[in-house]
Structures are given as structure tokens and as C-alpha cells.
Nanobody
């Protein structure tokens, strides 16, 4: 059983930056593909970014490509999401997920474990 705890959310002005962290425990972190998803009020959870177990392969949604960067530190059992040039539409609860399989990085159903989420609010 893997436990995931997100942190780093908050209130920021449009154009600003935030860096989210997701700390994992209870499993072998380097065995898992990690992903970030977000959910805005009244909307479905959507894919933001994902990273392979090795950190070599990264995936981004079109809406965040060039602004967000996903990374991981397997020695610290932590995955990060650095968010720059934030926009009001980036507002939502950000969740990190861990998936055993090497495929389906953009699909929430392919993730086996989830954190509780951290709120990001971007004021315009």
C-alpha cells in the first residue's frame, strides 16, 4: 500500500509560480509511474503531467506544456510539479497518483494510488 501526501499549494497571482511536492511512503517508489492531475469545481479530474519510473519520459497536457515541469527524486521518494506563468484556469485541487503499469499515463484509471490533494488558487 502506497501513501501519497501532496504539499505546496496556495494562493498566487496570475503570472506567478508554485512548486508542488508529493511524498510517497509504504512502497518502492521507483517502481511507480507518477502523475499529477487537477480538478476544478464542477469539472472532471484532468491530466496535467506524468513521469516514468526512471524520470526519463515525461508527459504533459497541452494546456501546461512549456509552463509546468514534472520531476522526481527517487532517493527522496518525492515527485514535484513546478508551475510557472500560472493562469486563473490553472486553479483547482491538484492530486498526485502512482501507477504500476508503464502505459496509460494520461488516464486517471491507470493509477493505483492517490493523495488527498492540495489546493491551488490563481487570482487574475
Amino acid at each position: 500500500q502506497v501513501q501519497l501526501v501532496e504539499s505546496g499549494g496556495g494562493l498566487v497571482q496570475a503570472g506567478g509560480s508554485l512548486k508542488l511536492s508529493c511524498a510517497a511512503s509504504g512502497g518502492t517508489f521507483s517502481n511507480y509511474r507518477m502523475g499529477w492531475f487537477r480538478q476544478a469545481p464542477g469539472k472532471e479530474r484532468e491530466f496535467v503531467a506524468a513521469i516514468s519510473w526512471s524520470g526519463i519520459t515525461k508527459y504533459y497536457s497541452d494546456s501546461v506544456k512549456g509552463r509546468f515541469t514534472i520531476s522526481r527524486d527517487n532517493a527522496k521518494n518525492t515527485v514535484y510539479l513546478e508551475m510557472n506563468r500560472l493562469k486563473a484556469e490553472d486553479t483547482g485541487v491538484y492530486y498526485c497518483g502512482a501507477g504500476r503499469d508503464s502505459f496509460g499515463a494520461r488516464q486517471s484509471l491507470s493509477y493505483d494510488y492517490w493523495g488527498q490533494g492540495t489546493q491551488v488558487t490563481v487570482s487574475s
